[in-house]
């Protein structure tokens, strides 16, 4: 069981950056595959970066190329997602994630989610 929460949302203008951060229990984090994933309102949850067990292997969205970086630290049982170059149309609310995968883009491969943080880019 992983159970996971998320903090560094908030409110931001054009251009600027945010870290969110995703704390997990457990002992198994290591274990885990971990994806940030995000809704805008009205549209459905999609994927925006992804991390494997190790942090060898990351994949990301291509709108977010560039600009995010996700990371993670297995001591501290933490995720990251380095957000810079923010554009209005980041707007949402982005949950992380964990899947028993070595890494996944679908949310299908997640079995733990968190319960978003809200992440508002004006212009």
């Known amino acids: 069981q992983v159970q996971l929460v998320e903090s560094g949302g908030g409110l931001v203008q054009a251009g600027g950056s945010l870290r969110l951060s995703c704390a997990a229990s457990?002992?198994?984090?290591?274990?885990?595959?971990m994806g940030w994933f995000r809704q805008a309102p009205g549209k459905e949850r999609k994927f925006v970066a992804a991390?494997?067990?190790?942090?060898?292997?990351?994949r990301y969205e291509d709108s977010v190329k560039g600009r995010f970086t996700i990371s993670r630290d297995n001591a501290k049982n933490t995720v990251y997602l380095q957000m810079n170059a923010l554009k209005p149309e980041d707007t949402a609310v982005y949950y992380c994630?964990?899947?028993?995968?070595?890494?996944?883009?679908?949310?299908?491969?997640?079995?733990?989610w968190g319960q978003g943080t809200q992440v508002t880019v004006c212009s």
């Open positions: 991390i494997s067990w190790g942090g060898g292997s990351i």
């Open positions: 457990g002992r198994t984090f290591s274990k885990y595959a």
């Open positions: 994630a964990a899947s028993p995968s070595i890494i996944a883009s679908m949310e299908s491969s997640y079995n733990y």
